[in-house]
């Protein structure tokens, strides 16, 4: 038997004070001089605590799952935070964010992955063409030379057999509740269709990130004498939102965290993993 784990996760917006930080980080401690007279840890938000927990939970069960098996890891975009919406960052350095991202894929290495595939994220977020992916991949290759790693703008990955279709940006996930999974359907239908026009199997899975929120459609789509099926998830992010995202997104009352892992056995997807929790972010009170 032929088996394979796939994990993904997106947005980790490490930099932000609502992004992802290991609490290992090391930073430059500089004096009035600039300096460098020592290195100091970041001091973590109640936010940075709660999805750190939260990551490494997901992580060990991503090595529960995967077991003796080869295990396969793509980070989905937008690393860092970047600096056009330089608000609650942890740090005025752009360099800290490199390194925070860094120290944010430590945990995955540790679970000695075949490969690891870094997708690149919105402008945004990483300086511009993939600036942030580019630096972090180009460090981990130092620290970790033993694990393929690499950067992409859009990835098509056969593995075991299954062929996987990633990029960050995609379909968003609805503007209504009850809309929510509309357009990521229509979003899949299409680039199905759009393969099997090419005269080609369109791939079993499609990954996207960028909107924060989960969504997972499957459709089967006839053509060229063929019955294809094929399955999109829309990761949730490792990250809160802030004013900006707040006022983008108008107001959620719930926010959604996590990962996907998919196993595949002997050329076939036999299940998806959601490790996701959603979360009320309202503040409850009863006046009297």
């Known amino acids: ?42 001091e973590m938000t109640p936010i940075q605590k709660y999805l750190w927990e939260e990551y490494t939970k997901d992580i060990a069960k991503i090595k529960e ?6 295990l396969y890891v793509v980070v989905n975009g937008d690393l860092t935070a970047g600096n056009k919406y330089p608000q609650l960052l942890v740090s005025d350095r752009i360099a800290d964010q490199f390194i925070i991202a860094v120290a944010n894929f430590h945990p ?26 580019i ?3 180009t460090l981990l290759r130092a ?22 279709d990633i990029s960050h940006h995609g379909p968003v996930a609805g503007s209504r509740e009850w809309l929510k ?46 019955r294809y099926k094929s399955t999109l998830i829309i990761t949730p992010s490792f ?13 959620p009352a719930h926010i959604t965290h996590g990962m996907f892992a998919v196993e595949i056995v002997d050329g076939e997807l036999l299940r998806t993993w959601p490790l996701t929790r959603t979360i009320d972010i309202r503040s409850h009170e009863v006046l009297e």
Not at 20 to 38: A, F, H, M, V
Not at 108 to 133: C, D, Q
Not at 143 to 164: C, N, Q, R, W
Not at 239 to 251: C, E, G, L, Y
């Open 1 to 42: 038997m032929q088996r394979a784990i796939i994990a993904v996760c997106s947005d980790l917006h490490g930099g932000h004070r609502h992004g992802l930080l290991n609490p290992s980080t090391i930073l430059d401690e500089i004096n009035e001089k600039g300096e460098i007279i020592g290195d100091y840890h970041p």
């Open 65 to 70: 799952i995967a077991g003796p098996d080869p």
């Open 108 to 133: 995955w290495y540790e679970l000695r992955p075949r490969a690891v595939r870094i997708i690149k994220g919105t402008g945004a977020h990483v300086f511009n063409e993939g600036t942030s992916e």
């Open 135 to 137: 630096v972090v991949a």
């Open 143 to 164: 620290g970790y030379p033993s694990v393929s790693t690499k950067v992409m703008d859009h990835g098509l990955f056969t593995i075991a057999g299954v062929e996987i």
């Open 181 to 226: 999974g509309n357009e990521a359907r229509y979003y899949l239908r299409s680039a199905m269709m759009n393969e099997i026009i090419s005269g080609k199997a369109p791939p079993r899975i499609y990954f996207r990130g960028h909107y924060h929120e989960e969504v997972e459609e499957s459709l089967i789509v006839k053509g060229n004498g063929n």
């Open 239 to 251: 990250a809160f939102i802030d004013s900006h995202a707040r006022q983008t997104v108008k107001s």
